[in-house]
């Protein structure tokens, strides 16, 4: 049974910073590449980071390029969100997505997701 775990969110403030984790289980992780999505209220799902299998490859949503970094650790199946300068748009449910396909930023092309992990921004 696959379980992608989300943890790390939170209430912050305007400019701060969080890291959020996502450990997998039951999959071969390095087989997949992974993904970070957000929701908010409201709002459709985004796609918010990327990273495939050998972490050779990042990607990006342009509302968070320079400012968030996407990481794997294969040897203890956890992909990492560093989220910094955190501005109140940024505030919605973040999930974790483990895909066949290598770059992907479309959500139908991912295979398991996590149960998400509320970020919130104060301005």
């Known amino acids: 049974q696959v379980h992608l775990v989300e943890s790390g969110g939170g209430l912050v403030q305007a400019g701060g910073s969080l890291r959020l984790s996502c450990a997998a289980s039951?999959?071969?992780?390095?087989?997949?590449?992974m993904g970070w999505f957000r929701q908010a209220p409201g709002k459709e799902r985004e796609f918010v980071a990327g990273?495939?299998?050998?972490?050779?490859?990042?990607y990006y949503a342009d509302s968070v390029k320079g400012r968030f970094t996407i990481s794997r650790d294969n040897a203890k199946n956890t992909v990492y969100l560093q989220m910094n300068s955190l501005k109140p748009e940024d505030t919605a449910v973040y999930y974790c997505?483990?895909?066949?396909?290598?770059?992907?930023?479309?959500?139908?092309?991912?295979?398991?997701w996590g149960q998400g992990t509320q970020v919130t921004v104060s301005s």
């Open positions: 039951g999959i071969s992780f390095s087989r997949y590449a």
């Open positions: 990273i495939t299998r050998s972490s050779r490859s990042t």
């Open positions: 997505a483990a895909s066949v396909y290598n770059a992907r930023v479309d959500g139908r092309d991912y295979n398991y």
